[in-house]
């Protein structure tokens, strides 16, 4: 399909006298990497909420593949392909690596055998090994999710999101926390996702972001303060002032 598979159009919302996020528009273009960058408090991570239906815009509406989505509910927005990570890592970590995925991957199965014994899920059983090979996680398929390590507990999540197969996957900070190692390795991994998937990013590591990304989205005070590919961001004025107080 042509033209962009993700649109914002006007999004705000309100809390008290706080503009969280303040009429922003833009328009994400298939199977690339767009990244939101911008001091705390600027209005990402409620940007992400806004978008993926866990919270509701006081204003603005979200399109996906041109149609709107206007106060949609989370499983809605699955439903039209979109998936995310949060900046906390949300897994169940009292059960196996696998048995996440498999959770997960379960929406693809149709709807009467999600009652049946978890043999005949072959779909998601298939699925399942499908991301652990892609995620490296095939030694610790039979491992509690609370036992791995943190980048790996992260990278679970990024393949949990993946697994209902969608067009869109919002990664909220996926390498915070991560070493130098984790995270070098993490950001391939992400680049690699564009074979398959749209990825709409949020991270603070400045040197990741320019490594990744294709294009970027500054946020300042719940505004859009700047937008362009890694190089323009990087060199306006405006951003630089943003982040070091100075041009």
């Given at each position: 399909m042509s033209g962009p598979v993700l649109e914002a159009r006007e999004l705000s919302?309100?809390?008290?006298?706080?503009?969280?996020?303040?009429?922003?528009?833009?328009?994400?273009?298939?199977?690339?990497v767009t990244t939101v960058i911008g001091p705390n408090g600027?209005?990402?991570?409620?940007?992400?909420n806004l978008i993926s239906g866990l919270a509701r815009p006081q204003h603005g509406t979200v399109f996906i593949e041109g149609k709107p989505y206007r106060n949609a509910q989370p499983h809605q927005m699955q439903k039209a392909g979109l998936a995310r990570s949060f900046q906390i890592t949300n897994l169940f970590f009292d059960l196996p690596v696998a048995e996440n995925l498999r959770l997960a991957a379960q929406v693809l199965e149709p709807?009467?055998?999600?009652?049946?014994?978890?043999?005949?899920?072959?779909?998601?059983?298939?699925?399942?090994?499908?991301?652990?090979?892609?995620?490296?996680?095939?030694?610790?398929?039979?491992?509690?999710?609370?036992?791995?390590?943190?980048?790996?507990?992260r990278r679970l999540e990024i393949a949990v999101a993946l697994a209902c197969r969608p067009k869109i996957l919002l990664l909220d900070e996926?390498?915070?926390?991560?070493?130098?190692?984790?995270?070098?390795?993490?950001?391939?991994?992400?680049?690699?996702?564009?074979?398959?998937?749209?990825?709409?990013?949020?991270?603070?590591?400045?040197?990741?972001?320019?490594?990744?990304?294709?294009?970027?989205?500054?946020?300042?005070?719940?505004?859009?303060?700047?937008?362009?590919?890694?190089?323009?961001?990087?060199?306006?004025?405006?951003?630089?002032?943003?982040?070091?107080?100075?041009?």
């Open positions: 919302i309100r809390f008290g006298g706080l503009r969280a996020v303040d009429n922003v528009s833009f328009a994400v273009e298939r199977n690339l600027a209005g990402k991570s409620t940007l992400f709807k009467r055998l999600w009652t049946m014994p978890v043999s005949a899920s072959r779909r998601a059983a298939e699925v399942v090994e499908q991301l652990l090979e892609r995620f490296g996680l095939q030694d610790k398929a039979g491992y509690l999710a609370g036992a791995l390590s943190h980048g790996e507990q996926p390498t915070q926390g991560m070493s130098h190692g984790d995270t070098e390795h993490t950001a391939g991994l992400i680049r690699s996702l564009t074979s398959d998937v749209t990825v709409l990013l949020i991270e603070h590591d400045i040197g990741l972001v320019m490594s990744i990304s294709d294009q970027v989205i500054v946020m300042h005070q719940g505004q859009k303060l700047a937008e362009g590919k890694p190089a323009e961001v990087r060199a306006n004025p405006a951003v630089q002032t943003a982040y070091f107080g100075h041009a």
